[in-house]
């Protein structure tokens, strides 16, 4: 199976995308005494290059994936990313609460790949 292929290929532009929405939503918060109108447009430029990925993941996945599907790939990428994010730039700790309510969304996910339930 290509990188390239409809199965794979939206998972990558998926993982880029929500690399660039992590830094755009919680990037500034390592600095803040930045106004928070500077904020807010620096964050919509990153977010834009966020779009130029999700929106052709989405388009090239559906067929391949339905679109919970899809939106259930983003939010386990968005959660892995965050988690990253939150402890190696914002310097934060992460917790077995956290563990486990992100361990029961993987749950969600599953069944969401798993099918209807018989």
């Known amino acids: 199976m290509s990188l390239l292929s409809p199965a794979v290929l939206p998972i990558l532009l ?3 995308s929500n690399l660039f929405m992590t830094v755009a939503w919680y990037g500034h918060l390592k600095f803040p005494g930045t106004a ?3 904020a807010v447009m620096v964050s919509w430029g990153i977010a834009l290059v966020e779009y130029w990925l999700a929106v052709p993941a989405n ?9 919970a599907e899809l939106k259930t790939i983003q939010e386990v990428i968005s959660l892995t990313v965050f988690a990253g994010f939150a402890v190696f ?6 917790t077995w609460n956290h563990g486990i309510g992100f ?7 599953f069944f969401i790949f798993k099918g209807p339930l018989k």
């Open 89 to 94: 730039v914002l310097g934060e700790k992460l």
């Open 59 to 67: 388009r090239i996945g559906y067929g391949t994936y339905s679109a």
């Open 14 to 16: 998926l993982i880029g």
């Open 36 to 38: 928070l109108w500077v």
């Open 103 to 109: 361990g029961l969304i993987g749950l969600g996910a």
